[in-house]
């Protein structure tokens, strides 16, 4: 393994050097992440992890679009940013919408990219009808028994090809043990246990029973950066894997501002692997990482992106890659997906443009990307 790191440094500097000359000086590469000669993020971390990103359907309609051609180059993992979530899969109890995510699928099978199953339950995106029952509010045993139809018809129908599941996606409180949701409020401590954790529990049997192989994950937000949701995350995946409960990882969500905490997030994950004490097996993933540009709800006007920015921006990047290749060489990490194909389609656009993603808009390496490319070898 240590002598194909070493070759595959050989030609990752020979792939980057002329872009990091380019680097030194600030300037962005005319290099494409299409381009057959440019470097690859899946190529560079294969010995490492799976590196992935968020996309939609329609990038994957025609072969010789600049997104396919990226997609396929530059990723061994990939999410469904949005079509496969409960209220577009699942939009009415007696119908499900396939061909979305069957194309998706078909895809990654086509190019050896592994494709990750977002997301089976959440408290947003999800029909209103899982809740109702003739108008009125639909009784515990009503609701745990759609949460398994829906998660078994799912699971069973991509056994063996879907291998990992955002199984729950946010149950975690930002000031409590669980999110106030729907979930929450209609099913609650339903099997008279002492704790609410019982619609989390029903989803993860059901799509344990239907695919026994799948990686099963509880999903997250800020557990990188707060230290008391990292716990109750700890607390409460400790107590249903206790309780038997087939889960198999966490999803550190990542969504990080520009110059995080490099330490105080090893502590973060430090804080969930304890979970390997008692469950070897146990693992993490990065699910949805991107590096917001701005302060959290700024507005654009209070932030101009300058060459310091773009300098901090690319530190970032290579501050959290180092950390996971060492949660990789501890074998706790073998996934990491980012939350968009390039800057142009990031969910962070919301009213201003920001620049999260190591690829631009119109497909362009970034130098942090040259950046994180390099830091592989």
């Known amino acids: 393994m240590r002598i194909l790191r070493y070759v595959r440094a050989g030609l990752l500097a020979a792939a980057v050097s002329a872009a990091m000359l380019l680097n030194a000086c600030g300037e962005i590469p005319e290099q494409y992440a299409y381009d057959e000669e440019a470097p690859s993020l899946r190529e560079a971390y294969a010995d490492y992890f799976k590196v992935g990103a968020a996309i939609n359907s329609w990038n994957l309609e025609d072969p010789e679009s600049p997104e ?164 109750r995350m700890y607390n409460a995946v400790k107590k249903m894997l206790d309780d038997g409960v087939p889960i198999s990882g966490v999803g550190f969500q990542m969504h990080i501002g520009n110059g995080v905490d490099l330490d105080a997030m090893r502590e973060n994950y430090r804080i969930i692997s304890r979970l390997r004490d008692d469950y070897p097996e146990f693992v993490i993933e990065v699910t949805e990482l991107d590096v917001n540009c701005y302060p959290w709800n700024a507005p654009p006007a209070d932030v101009e992106v300058t060459k310091e920015l773009l300098e901090q921006f690319s530190k970032t990047y290579t501050d959290v890659f180092t950390l996971f290749k060492e949660l990789s060489e501890d074998g706790l990490l073998d996934s990491v997906v980012m939350w968009g194909l390039h800057d142009g389609v990031s969910w962070l656009n919301n009213g201003h443009s920001n620049y999260p993603m190591l690829i631009t808009k119109e497909l362009k390496l970034k130098p942090a990307f040259y950046d994180v490319i390099k830091l592989a070898e």
């Open 68 to 231: 396919y051609k990226t997609i396929a180059k530059q990723f061994s993992v990939l999410t469904l940013e949005n079509e496969s979530k409960p209220e577009n899969l699942h939009p009415e109890e007696d119908r499900y919408y396939f061909d979305k995510f069957d194309l998706f699928v078909d895809f990654c099978e086509d190019h050896d990219i592994s494709p990750r199953g977002h997301t089976l339950l959440w408290h947003t995106q999800v029909p209103d009808w899982f809740f109702r029952d003739n108008g009125h509010d639909a009784s515990a045993e009503l609701v745990l028994s759609r949460i398994k139809e829906h998660v078994t018809t799912i699971v069973s129908r991509y056994k063996g090809r879907v291998k990992t599941w955002d199984v729950v996606n946010e149950v975690i409180g930002d000031d409590g043990p669980l999110r106030q949701s729907e979930w929450l409020r209609l099913v609650g401590d339903y099997d008279g246990d002492g704790d609410d954790y019982d619609y989390i529990e029903t989803a993860f049997i059901a799509a344990h029973e239907a695919d026994p192989d799948a990686r099963l994950i509880i999903n997250d937000y800020s557990l990188e950066t707060s230290s008391s949701k990292a716990i």
